[in-house]
């Protein structure tokens, strides 16, 4: 078997990879490698904005998993789209910037026993890399590589549903990132002028001619080779090889909620019943690698609307897409700059939250599901998304096969809490649906439709009307050496092995008030300061 030899073996070049690898391979007395199992990110889909449409569900970009089926969806299967490509979920995704509350961050302090992840630790993380359209304030930076500014569209529907939002009691804000996002407005994205910014792009090339830094794409993990409790680097297969990757310091994980822990456990580090189930000594027993999983759940209504034109109808007028490549080819705006969600909302579902627990993402479109073509009538969506689920999910592997896809189980819907939860949002839609400002276009509820009333029709509905919005985390989860489902610590190194950390959403004990790329990037930049501390005290 080839063997190359490293210092850092990086597993994953997604969110957390891409910058883990340029600040580790800043110092050239060590030499970093950095694996892929997808390909390059040069595909023109993927930088302009409206590509995700392309991306998610295309295995040339997409891992393409799909959910076991979901009793709180009353037994659908979903699709559960995850980066396959350099870039990893920030080539595919929303483009949301958002970091989430500052209790988030607290709480993880609390679980951890660790201040170092309370918000006031985390925000010059978050402000280092960042740059802020506005320039750098208290909380924000400016010069750094992850771009952050306003989309470049305006929709007449949208601005009409933040003044309903107003009129319902949420109040307007120009800015979700401060700690508190309470209020309504417009989602600022990882965009340059109107191009989607990818981690690869703002993190990896820049840096591709540094001499100690190796990128290997197409590169399938196979399993972690471990001697004793000391890993010693990864197996790969790569071109019908099988390769390993030495680490002669450390092998960091960073593939993310659901490649992580499956690696782990394909190396023999998991549970050990499911372990044993599937053929695969047990080499450390670490109950928690793959539980936990926890995602916010979005409850999609859609109402037709009259006297005013949404996305839908532009698409399907008379040279309609044609219009709207060319003001994009032109002026790199329009359409086709849209993240997946334009409008945002931060609010309470009812006055037992301390602060906000659901978030709105609306858009000037409708349809039945995702990749379905738009509906031929007027539409906007308005989708409401549990931040602080209580349900609790997993990710176990059902072959001993590296190729084969785990059994991911979200388990939404599945408390009393998370029900009740679902109940107050859609009431809650169909209440800002209801304010005057939306009265001149007359909208009808058509998703789920009003027939639904009652908490049980409102619980069945949001079965058969949800869906992920794709923001796994937890699935190796920080915590005490007394949390028993602690899969590191809070510096992120495995429990009960050397040479072993993971650094992606996966880490997370708890989910994020809101989107989670740019908390993962948040981690991924601590992790990097934490792992040169370690180097340098060894």
């Given at each position: 078997?080839?063997?190359?030899?490293?210092?850092?073996?990086?597993?994953?070049?997604?969110?957390?990879?891409?910058?883990?690898?340029?600040?580790?391979?800043?110092?050239?007395?060590?030499?970093?490698?950095?694996?892929?199992?997808?390909?390059?990110?040069?595909?023109i889909?993927?930088?302009i904005?409206?590509?995700?449409?392309?991306?998610?569900?295309?295995?040339?970009?997409?891992?393409?998993?799909?959910?076991?089926?979901?009793?709180?969806?009353?037994?659908?299967?979903?699709?559960?789209?995850r980066?396959?490509?350099?870039?990893?979920?920030?080539?595919?995704?929303?483009?949301?910037?958002?970091?989430?509350?500052?209790?988030?961050?607290?709480?993880?302090?609390?679980?951890?026993?660790?201040?170092?992840?309370?918000?006031?630790?985390?925000?010059?993380?978050?402000?280092?890399?960042?740059?802020?359209?506005?320039?750098?304030?208290?909380?924000?930076?400016?010069?750094?590589?992850?771009?952050?500014?306003?989309?470049?569209?305006?929709?007449?529907?949208?601005?009409?549903?933040?003044?309903?939002?107003?009129?319902?009691?949420?109040?307007?804000?120009?800015?979700?990132?401060?700690?508190?996002?309470e209020?309504?407005?417009?989602?600022?994205?990882?965009?340059?002028?109107?191009?989607?910014?990818?981690?690869?792009?703002?993190?990896?090339?820049?840096?591709?001619?540094?001499?100690?830094?190796?990128?290997?794409?197409?590169?399938?993990?196979?399993?972690?080779?471990?001697?004793?409790?000391?890993?010693?680097?990864?197996?790969?297969?790569?071109?019908?090889?099988?390769?390993?990757?030495?680490?002669?310091?450390?092998?960091?994980?960073?593939?993310?909620?659901?490649?992580?822990?499956?690696?782990?456990?394909?190396?023999?580090?998991?549970?050990?019943?499911?372990?044993?189930?599937?053929?695969?000594?047990?080499?450390?027993?670490?109950?928690?690698?793959?539980?936990?999983?926890?995602?916010?759940?979005?409850?999609?209504?859609?109402?037709?609307?009259?006297?005013?034109?949404?996305?839908?109808?532009r698409?399907?007028?008379?040279?309609?897409?044609?219009?709207?490549?060319?003001?994009?080819?032109?002026?790199?705006?329009?359409?086709?700059?849209?993240?997946?969600?334009?409008?945002?909302?931060?609010?309470?579902?009812?006055?037992?939250?301390?602060?906000?627990?659901?978030?709105?993402?609306?858009?000037?479109?409708?349809?039945?599901?995702?990749g379905?073509?738009?509906?031929?009538?007027?539409a906007?969506?308005?989708?409401?998304?549990?931040?602080?689920?209580?349900?609790?999910?997993?990710?176990?592997?059902?072959?001993?096969?590296?190729?084969?896809?785990?059994?991911?189980?979200?388990?939404?819907?599945?408390?009393?809490?998370?029900?009740?939860?679902?109940?107050?949002?859609?009431?809650?839609?169909?209440?800002?649906?209801?304010?005057?400002?939306?009265?001149?276009?007359?909208?009808?509820?058509?998703?789920?439709?009003?027939?639904?009333?009652?908490?049980?029709?409102?619980?069945?509905?949001?079965?058969?009307?949800g869906?992920?919005?794709?923001?796994?985390?937890?699935?190796?989860?920080?915590?005490?050496?007394?949390?028993?489902?602690?899969?590191?610590?809070?510096?992120?190194?495995?429990?009960?092995l050397?040479?072993?950390?993971v650094?992606?959403?996966?880490?997370?004990?708890?989910?994020?008030?809101?989107n989670?790329?740019?908390?993962?990037?948040?981690?991924?930049?601590?992790?990097?300061?934490?792992?040169?501390?370690?180097?340098?005290?060894?």
């Amino acid at each position: 078997m080839q063997t190359s030899k490293y210092d850092y073996v990086i597993v994953g070049a997604g969110t957390a990879g891409c910058l883990l690898a340029n600040r580790l391979s800043a110092d050239p007395d060590v030499k970093v490698l950095l694996l892929e199992a997808g390909g390059r990110d040069d595909w023109i889909w993927i930088r302009i904005p409206v590509g995700y449409l392309y991306c998610i569900g295309n295995p040339r970009t997409d891992w393409c998993y799909r959910t076991e089926p979901e009793e709180g969806l009353n037994g659908r299967s979903i699709l559960y789209a995850r980066g396959r490509v350099l870039g990893g979920c920030s080539s595919i995704n929303a483009m949301i910037y958002m970091r989430g509350q500052a209790r988030d961050y607290d709480e993880w302090a609390q679980l951890t026993g660790d201040s170092g992840w309370s918000w006031s630790s985390v925000l010059p993380v978050f402000r280092q890399h960042e740059d802020f359209f506005r320039g750098a304030d208290e909380v924000h930076g400016a010069g750094g590589e992850w771009r952050v500014e306003p989309q470049r569209l305006s929709w007449e529907i949208l601005d009409t549903y933040r003044e309903a939002m107003v009129q319902a009691g949420i109040p307007r804000s120009d800015d979700f990132n401060r700690g508190d996002n309470e209020g309504c407005g417009f989602f600022l994205v990882n965009q340059t002028r109107g191009v989607r910014l990818n981690t690869s792009r703002a993190f990896l090339r820049p840096v591709l001619n540094r001499p100690n830094l190796t990128v290997l794409t197409e590169a399938q993990a196979k399993r972690l080779r471990l001697e004793g409790r000391r890993c010693s680097g990864i197996e790969i297969e790569r071109d019908g090889q099988v390769e390993f990757a030495a680490a002669r310091i450390e092998t960091i994980l960073a593939s993310g909620s659901i490649g992580s822990p499956q690696i782990l456990q394909l190396s023999g580090v998991g549970p050990p019943q499911l372990l044993k189930s599937h053929g695969i000594e047990v080499v450390h027993a670490l109950p928690g690698v793959g539980e936990n999983l926890q995602d916010h759940l979005q409850l999609r209504m859609a109402f037709k609307v009259s006297n005013v034109v949404t996305l839908n109808r532009r698409v399907h007028s008379l040279f309609g897409k044609a219009a709207m490549a060319l003001e994009y080819a032109l002026f790199r705006s329009g359409p086709l700059t849209m993240a997946p969600s334009q409008l945002g909302g931060f609010t309470r579902s009812s006055a037992a939250h301390a602060t906000p627990n659901v978030e709105f993402h609306v858009q000037p479109l409708s349809l039945d599901k995702f990749g379905d073509p738009l509906h031929p009538f007027d539409a906007f969506t308005s989708s409401v998304c549990n931040l602080r689920p209580t349900s609790r999910g997993h990710v176990r592997i059902k072959s001993a096969d590296p190729r084969a896809a785990p059994a991911i189980h979200c388990r939404y819907l599945t408390t009393d809490e998370d029900r009740k939860v679902a109940v107050d949002s859609l009431r809650l839609a169909r209440r800002v649906a209801a304010q005057p400002a939306l009265a001149k276009y007359r909208p009808e509820e058509f998703l789920p439709g009003p027939q639904h009333r009652s908490d049980e029709e409102l619980v069945r509905a949001a079965g058969d009307i949800g869906t992920t919005i794709f923001h796994p985390v937890g699935t190796c989860k920080m915590g005490r050496a007394d949390d028993p489902l602690a899969v590191v610590d809070s510096r992120l190194r495995v429990r009960g092995l050397a040479g072993l950390r993971v650094v992606d959403a996966s880490v997370m004990p708890t989910i994020t008030s809101g989107n989670t790329n740019s908390p993962t990037l948040m981690i991924a930049e601590r992790a990097a300061k934490l792992i040169r501390e370690d180097r340098r005290a060894a």
